[in-house]
């Protein structure tokens, strides 16, 4: 009986079909960036200062310095404090010009904000002072929406099918990405963007699963990072969106309301033919497949075709199996790790960007730049040193570089800029090596069960990456030494891992097992010891 993968190649591995595919799985990919960090722009801090207009009853001449300097205790430094001001009492002005005030409270009536400030969600919900930490909070609770929706459309996804998951995954992200612009209270806010991350952690990996299923052996790194550089595009776009719109709700329009437009993939986009396949509804498949060659010029021989049989449904798996199998269980375990590792420092690295000392616009500016060629290389690193060698290599280097950064002096915010900018290169090339890597080494069935859950653990570390940020308060050390010490230890853990590397994609456990046992055969008998064999 054929393999898939002989399918395909009947089809032409990366024809004109595969090529249409991509480029819908491109379009949300472009708004996956704002919604991954576009509350940075939403929340930049501004000059403030409790209200004290209080004073302006028994002092209506009164300038507005002169209203500062009698109400607001000033700091070691000789500035205005930010978060008390001295409380208010019953006397009239000569008895304050005389006596002074000494009692200091918290800013019980609200701040001051400069007038020509455009509403932020700083200024509109009071983000400062004893809620200054709800900025991170509200990121981390993003992260956990991440979480959720890995959890739920990866087993989905094998099950229900990577189709519908992908376009609850784009309703999800248009009506409450929207929504969220028309919150009146922040914790609303957070949990809208709590349900978009959940849709937006569907997109990517469905995104993963079609790219992958539909295309060769030759390809797949390919097909996998154009979409990838599709989202650092959108990295790019959004520091000028966010440049042009200063208003948080504008902002917010203008990034969600695009996915309304992609609501007519429910005509034009493809299920998995593979998973079709597996799931025993062999004559869809065929359809599909029929499809796809006249779209790509090409015919599939009749012979062929007829060898799509029923007879090769699989069971389906569950997550209990990951653990099960010895050589699921070892993926599983170190793959988690590795992504564990590439969203912590990617994303302390990215939500950082108005802690390095230049000017955030242009910061963002250049992560996204350098995102771009970071995942084109990719597309070439996979193919000439392989998976394993790859991921290890990346991930040490942005641990190292993320060291070296608490070693630079608070006075060089652009030495630190750059190293961060080369640091989110090498976290960004990693994190995409990882979605390639993943998806070849689990099988079919369980694909996006395995996906989701190393999904779930990138995840969890970006929930504690906005957390680790508040450490800077202690040292401004603390962070970046958390952020590079994870992903070297990871990155030497990957050299563990086995090496798909030019094989096709498997779909059954069993036959996984079979193949990794291969390929260790195979490495003994070529190169007289245990290692894992670097070419298929």
Known sequence: MAEFGDFISAVGEFGRYQKLLILLLCLPQFLTAFHMIGQVFMVVDVPHHCDTSWIRAVGPNLTEEEQLNLTLPRDADGAYERCSRYSPVGWDLGSILAYGLNATESCRDGWVYPSAQPPSLLTEFDLVCDKKDLTDISQSVYMMGLLLGALIFGPLSDRVGRRPMFLTSILLQALFGVGAAFVPHFYVYMAFKCVVGAGVSGTLIVTLALSTEWVGVSQRPKAVLISHCCSALGQMILAGLSYGIRHWRLLQIAGSAPMFALFFYIWVLPESARWLVTKGRVEEAKQLLQKAASTNKCTIP???????????????????????????RKVTLI??????????????????????????????????????????????????????????????????????????????????????????????????????????????????????????????????????????????????????????????????????????????????????????????????????LEKS
């Open 302 to 328: 009749a012979g062929l075709l007829e060898q799509l049989k029923p007879e090769i449904q699989s069971k389906s798996g569950s997550v209990l199996d990951l653990f099960r199998k010895k050589h699921l």
């Open 335 to 532: 793959m988690s790790c590795t992504w564990f590792a590439d969203s912590l420092v990617y994303y302390g690295l990215s939500l950082n960007v108005t802690g390095f000392g230049l000017d955030i616009y242009l910061t963002q500016l250049a992560f996204g730049a350098v995102e771009l060629p970071a995942r084109i290389s990719c597309i070439f690193l996979l193919q000439w040193f392989g998976r394993k060698k790859t991921q290890a290599l990346l991930l040490l280097l942005s641990g190292l570089i993320c060291l070296v950064i608490t070693g630079i002096p608070e006075d060089q915010p652009l030495a630190t800029t750059i190293l961060a900018i080369i640091g989110k290169s090498t976290s960004t090339a990693a994190f995409s090596t990882s979605y390639v890597y993943t998806a070849e080494l689990f099988p079919t069935v369980l694909r996006q069960t395995g996906v989701g859950l190393c999904s779930m653990s990138a995840r969890v570390s970006g929930i504690m990456a906005p957390l680790i940020l508040l450490l800077d308060q202690y040292h401004r050390a603390v962070p970046m030494a958390i952020f590079g010490s994870v992903p070297v230890v990871v990155g030497l853990l990957c050299f563990l891992l086995p090496e798909p590397r030019g094989t096709e994609l498997v779909d059954n456990m069993g036959v996984a097992a079979s193949q990794l046992s291969n390929r260790r055969s195979s490495a003994r008998d070529n190169t007289g010891n245990g290692e894992d």
